[in-house]
């Protein structure tokens, strides 16, 4: 049985970063000292604590000045070839994600990587994008059925089955924040779906995760 998690969203004050992070109850101390994370951009730290049955993110006290920052200042190039934005892909990716936060977190993280990246939020527009756009590889969030929006009326799941049972051959990376990836990679389903890898979004780092498995999945094809 899945472990069950309860999100909480951090705003970092230092660089003005939302993210949000899906953790297992048992994985935060009932006590005061919680555990401490770091912002996922500028590396800023936060103390987690448990409130009842949900977390809740400060500022970790006595946090120094956000490491990220500090190593960006002291590498910063020297010249205008050095200071250049890394080369674009030239391949396409299409995002689902349903979650706003998550959304704006890995669309505006994988741009800055020069990743060029279309989002939508749920199966409709998906599709819709899919019939306008060439797309070489799917990242779509495993629960993406939302009752308050008519238009989410796929799954990750569903949305992928449509997907290859139009024609379109594309590979496809699945992220979630509800599921233990151990019981999800096993099932042979995923081959049929052209499912390449799965990325669990319950840590703080998997937008980078996710970042190395596009590379992995599109040098490979």
């Given at each position: 049985m899945a472990e069950r998690k309860e999100s909480v969203e951090v705003l970092c004050s230092e660089c003005n970063t939302a993210f949000r992070l899906w953790l297992p109850q048992a994985f935060v101390p009932v006590d005061s000292t919680g555990v401490r994370i770091n912002?996922?951009?500028?590396?800023?730290?936060?103390?987690?604590?448990?409130?009842?049955k949900s977390f809740k993110a400060k500022k970790a006290e006595g946090a120094a000045a956000a490491p990220a920052k500090k190593q960006a200042a002291a590498a910063a190039p020297s010249t205008a070839e050095e200071a250049a934005p890394p080369a674009a892909f030239t391949e396409t990716i299409l995002m689902i994600e349903d979650d706003k936060v998550a959304r704006a977190m890995a669309e505006n993280q994988l741009r800055d990587a020069g990743i060029k990246t279309l989002a939508a939020k749920n199966s409709t527009?998906?599709?819709?994008l899919l019939k306008k756009n060439t797309v070489d590889l799917i990242v779509t969030d495993l629960h993406l059925k939302n009752?308050?929006?008519?238009?989410?009326?796929?799954?990750?799941?569903?949305?992928?089955?449509?997907?290859?049972?139009?024609?379109?051959?594309?590979?496809?990376?699945?992220?979630?924040g509800k599921d233990v990836l151990d019981d999800l990679i096993l099932d042979p389903k995923w081959f049929e779906l052209h499912v390449k890898g799965f990325i669990q979004k319950g840590n703080p780092f998997w937008v980078e995760e996710l970042k190395m498995k596009i590379k992995e999945v599109l040098f490979k094809e």
């Amino acid at each position: 049985m899945a472990e069950r998690k309860e999100s909480v969203e951090v705003l970092c004050s230092e660089c003005n970063t939302a993210f949000r992070l899906w953790l297992p109850q048992a994985f935060v101390p009932v006590d005061s000292t919680g555990v401490r994370i770091n912002c996922v951009k500028c590396g800023a730290r936060y103390l987690i604590t448990k409130e009842g049955k949900s977390f809740k993110a400060k500022k970790a006290e006595g946090a120094a000045a956000a490491p990220a920052k500090k190593q960006a200042a002291a590498a910063a190039p020297s010249t205008a070839e050095e200071a250049a934005p890394p080369a674009a892909f030239t391949e396409t990716i299409l995002m689902i994600e349903d979650d706003k936060v998550a959304r704006a977190m890995a669309e505006n993280q994988l741009r800055d990587a020069g990743i060029k990246t279309l989002a939508a939020k749920n199966s409709t527009e998906a599709l819709h994008l899919l019939k306008k756009n060439t797309v070489d590889l799917i990242v779509t969030d495993l629960h993406l059925k939302n009752a308050n929006d008519p238009e989410s009326q796929l799954d990750g799941e569903e949305l992928l089955k449509r997907i290859v049972d139009s024609g379109v051959n594309v590979p496809a990376i699945i992220t979630t924040g509800k599921d233990v990836l151990d019981d999800l990679i096993l099932d042979p389903k995923w081959f049929e779906l052209h499912v390449k890898g799965f990325i669990q979004k319950g840590n703080p780092f998997w937008v980078e995760e996710l970042k190395m498995k596009i590379k992995e999945v599109l040098f490979k094809e």
